[in-house]
């Protein structure tokens, strides 16, 4: 079984939204809060396949080369949104990239391809 967590910001109704058979999607722990983005990744990596984030910006500011962790950047944050695209994200889920940040678009869809970390601005879609 995979195993996500939701990074926090990100409504909790996502966990309870994408726990499948197959997935087991927790919320942010209350211990992690106030953790630098560095040390939330490292956290996780320690007991998750996925951190599932809407923040577009953690691509371009962090590397995951180091990291048996998946990050999964929602287009958005807001729940009706996430909720139809659940399942493009159920699948993607399915597949860790480990140490690769993977990037949707608003229909779900994989931008580019999986990477340790984004350089140059950021990309809108």
């Known amino acids: 079984m995979k195993r996500a967590v939701v990074d926090e910001g990100t409504p909790a109704e996502v966990a309870a939204l994408l726990t499948s058979p197959e997935v087991e999607v927790a919320n942010f722990p209350d211990t ?15 007991g998750f396949n996925w951190l599932i984030t809407w923040d577009r ?17 929602l287009p958005v944050a807001a729940f009706p949104e996430i909720d139809r695209i659940r399942t493009p994200v159920s699948l993607a889920l399915l597949r860790p990239f480990l140490g690769r940040f993977v990037v949707l678009d608003r229909a779900g869809g994989i931008i580019g391809v999986p990477s340790t970390h984004l350089s140059g601005s950021q990309g809108t879609s």
């Open 32 to 46: 992690w809060r106030s953790l630098p983005d560095k040390h939330v990744l490292q956290a996780a990596a320690q």
């Open 57 to 73: 910006n953690m691509p371009h500011q962090q590397h995951l080369r180091e990291l048996a962790l998946s990050v999964l950047v």
